[in-house]
């Protein structure tokens, strides 16, 4: 896929609270009807998925994307914007469902809803649109999550203190402030050697190359407002699954290398939905789709077989 079409498909659009939202849209390369709306981890931005994107369009689908409120080209909510913050999951929740029903719900034209809807999703993009599932806001046909966001690897006596100095800083208007030891985007800083993310340095550093061409894309660390909204979405999602979920047929990649994401809970919660299948990706970081070549034939392996069951 070249930049130049890349470019032609996106577009901005305004949610109901005013929030200004960078879209996505790009046909399949042989007219299919099948849909895949493509989801992001916290960082992320369009223009980070090309590769997949086209993989996605040669494999027949039509591909929907957004970048969510605070990050890629989409508005932030502080004056420093590479501050990573949302006030409460509840509010990507309501960006997702405005997706689906105002924006791709009128694109086909004639109304009529023809073709498959798959949703497909990675990290905290795999959160949301697994709360979004679960609780009815959204209604996918199939459902794809690549190394969700269940929770995060915190674990024993530092929970409790995480979570209530994250509750504390935010209820004393702090929510604002860098988690300890985080900060601002500096490109001087990003270093392939021992990153968590990916064992492809080819990959990695076209991540980066393209936050360079276009700086706005930058996102820093998270702050104590993004952790909190975080642990209680984590509380909330957990309930969600015990309580008899009804979904559609899941395929659950976990990472099993992976050290941002809890693996732990993947595999708990792949148990608990009533139709979900895990693969256990070995010597995969956190982003299997910018992993090495043989990391991502696993993926599409699976991701083909899946599909192709519809």
């Not at 895990?278 to 995969?284: E, K, S």
């Not at 993926?299 to 519809?310: I, K, L, P, V, Y």
Request: glycine share 12%; net charge negative; with cysteine.
């Amino acid at each position: 896929m070249g930049m130049e079409s890349f470019d032609t498909a996106i577009r901005y659009e305004t949610t109901p609270d005013g929030t200004r939202l960078r879209i996505g849209h790009w046909p399949s390369d042989n007219g299919g009807n099948r849909r895949i709306v493509l989801c992001h981890g916290r960082t992320e931005f369009l223009e980070k998925y090309t590769e997949t994107i086209g993989e996605l369009a040669a494999r027949g689908f039509e591909v929907w994307s957004m970048d969510w409120r605070g990050q890629g080209a989409s508005d932030r909510a502080l004056k420093n914007p590479y501050k990573g913050y949302i006030d409460r999951f509840e509010s990507y929740i309501a960006d997702l469902a405005w997706f689906f029903d105002t924006i791709i719900g009128s694109s086909d034209g004639d109304g009529d809803g023809d073709g498959e809807t798959l949703l497909m999703a990675h990290s905290m993009g795999g959160h949301i649109t697994l709360r979004a599932v679960l609780e009815g806001r959204v209604k996918p046909d199939r459902f794809i999550l690549s190394a969700p966001m269940i929770d995060l690897p915190v674990a024993g006596i530092g929970r409790p203190a995480i979570t209530a100095l994250s509750w504390a800083m935010t209820g004393i208007g702090l929510g604002g402030r860098y988690v300890v030891g985080t900060g601002d985007y500096d490109p001087a800083r990003v270093k392939f050697d021992g990153n968590p993310l990916t064992g492809d340095r080819t990959r990695f550093n076209a991540i980066h190359a393209a936050i360079a061409v276009n700086p706005v894309m930058a996102l820093g660390g998270p702050t104590f407002g993004w952790l909190n909204a975080t642990l209680r979405s984590v509380r909330v999602l957990r309930g969600l699954s015990q309580a008899s979920p009804r979904t559609c047929p899941t395929l659950l990649f976990t990472a099993m290398a992976d050290t941002v994401v809890s693996v732990t809970a993947q595999t708990e919660m792949g148990a608990a939905l009533p139709d979900c299948e895990q693969v256990q990706v070995i010597d995969a970081h956190h982003e299997i789709l910018h992993e090495t070549d043989a990391i991502r034939q696993q993926f599409w392996g699976a991701f083909d077989e899946f599909t192709s069951a519809a």
